[in-house]
Structures are given as structure tokens and as C-alpha cells.
Nanobody
Framework: QLVESGGGLVQAGGSLKLSCVVSGGTFSRYVMGWFRQAPGKEREFVAGIRRSGGTTAYADSVRGRFAISRDNAKNTVYLQMNSLKPEDTAVYYC?????????????????WGQGTQVTVSS
């Protein structure tokens, strides 16, 4: 089970930190990803992190503004979002996959959270 938290309403230029707690599995075995989906759009990759946390990947649209991290002792993955823009508005989903690489396509991930809404006002 994946449970996200930390979403909300923020003004452009502000920051939010999302958290995702994983239960029911061995967290350190999972590659973790964050995706987002805006109304009328497909779910898109935002960031991913490998099992040890040593390798990360970002979408071009968020690179330099967002940072993904994980705490394997707490079974938690984070997404620090800075310099938020109105176009970052979406439902953000946490995902997990038992793999060794960071997949960029949502279909590759086996487990999903319920999502948390992030709204950035201009």
C-alpha cells in the first residue's frame, strides 16, 4: 500500500514537500517514482529514484526545481518541489516497481498510491 500526503494549494514560486509511505512490502527492493496527471492529460513521469537512492531521474520540466529522495528506514519517498509554477498543478501519484532501473512510463510500475492534489495559483 502506498499513501501520499503533503499536497495542497500554494502560490507560484512557493514550495511543497510530498511524502509517500509504503507498507506491505520490502521498501528497499522498490524503485520509486512520482508521476502527475493534470485534467485532460495523460499521466506523466516527474521523478524516480533507484533502490539505494544513489541514482535519480527527472522530467525536463522539473529538473532543477524538484528533488526526489528516500528514507529506507522509514519506508518513505519524498518529492521536494520548489519554484512551483501554475503548470505544475496536477494530482501527484507515488509509484513502486520491483526493478533495478527507473522506468519513465507509468505502465511499468506495479503499485500506485491514491494521489494527492497539488494546485499552484498564479
Amino acid at each position: 500500500q502506498l499513501v501520499e500526503s503533503g499536497g495542497g494549494l500554494v502560490q507560484a514560486g512557493g514550495s511543497l514537500k510530498l511524502s509517500c509511505v509504503v507498507s506491505g512490502g520490502t521498501f528497499s527492493r522498490y524503485v520509486m517514482g512520482w508521476f502527475r496527471q493534470a485534467p485532460g492529460k495523460e499521466r506523466e513521469f516527474v521523478a524516480g529514484i533507484r533502490r539505494s537512492g544513489g541514482t535519480t531521474a527527472y522530467a525536463d520540466s522539473v529538473r532543477g526545481r524538484f528533488a526526489i529522495s528516500r528514507d529506507n528506514a522509514k519506508n518513505t519517498v519524498y518529492l521536494q518541489m520548489n519554484s512551483l509554477k501554475p503548470e505544475d498543478t496536477a494530482v501527484y501519484y507515488c509509484s513502486a516497481d520491483v526493478s533495478v532501473i527507473i522506468y519513465l512510463r507509468a505502465i511499468e510500475y506495479d503499485y500506485w498510491g491514491q494521489g494527492t492534489q497539488v494546485t499552484v495559483s498564479s
